[in-house]
């Protein structure tokens, strides 16, 4: 696997992939301090294509309005690291994608805070046949590790959510 030298394993995947097959349904990302991890764990079990849309990566908060669709209001008030932020890429990536589901992710790596925002703050959103929802996880460690654990945090939520 392509993530597991860099100390990134999901086993939990190939259930993912294999439940959204037999639902007949699709997802897609809107990743910022992931990166395109999560679509990278995604697709990192055969068979994916049947049901993994594709992934918009916005790491630049300008992108995260011009390719995700996230309100400009929203992101001038608030920032690019906020739990609505995190709802909006998670609806744009669906509707970009046109997929079932969207999985969006914004946060703080580190080391460093931004925009007033704590490192290992991750705001993950998920947007379904129910709505958007969004649940936020403070996460330690390094830069790294805070990334590895984001992924594996919005994986098992969506799994979750797919039950």
């Known amino acids: 696997m392509i993530l ?34 999560v679509a990278a764990a995604l ?36 920032g690019a690291v906020h739990p609505d932020v995190a709802a909006q890429l998670a609806v744009g990536a669906s509707r970009r994608c046109e997929a079932d589901w969207g999985i969006g992710l914004t946060g703080v ?6 925009d007033g925002v704590a490192p290992g703050t991750v705001h993950l959103g998920f947007s379904g046949p129910q709505g958007a929802q969004v649940q936020t996880e403070v996460l330690d460690g390094d830069r790294h590790a805070v990334r590895a654990a984001a992924v594996r945090v919005a ?9």
């Open 155 to 163: 994986l098992e939520h969506f799994a979750t959510l797919l039950r």
């Open 109 to 114: 790596a580190g080391p460093d805070p931004q």
């Open 43 to 78: 697709t990192e079990v055969p068979g994916a294509s049947a049901v993994v849309r594709g992934g918009l990566v916005v790491y630049a908060t300008d992108l995260k309005e011009r390719l995700a669709g996230v309100d400009p209001e929203l992101l001038a008030e608030h």
């Open 4 to 37: 597991e030298p860099l100390g990134l394993a999901f086993p939990q995947v190939a259930g993912l992939i294999t439940t959204l097959r037999e639902r007949g349904e699709s997802v897609a990302t809107a990743e910022s301090l992931t990166a395109g991890l």
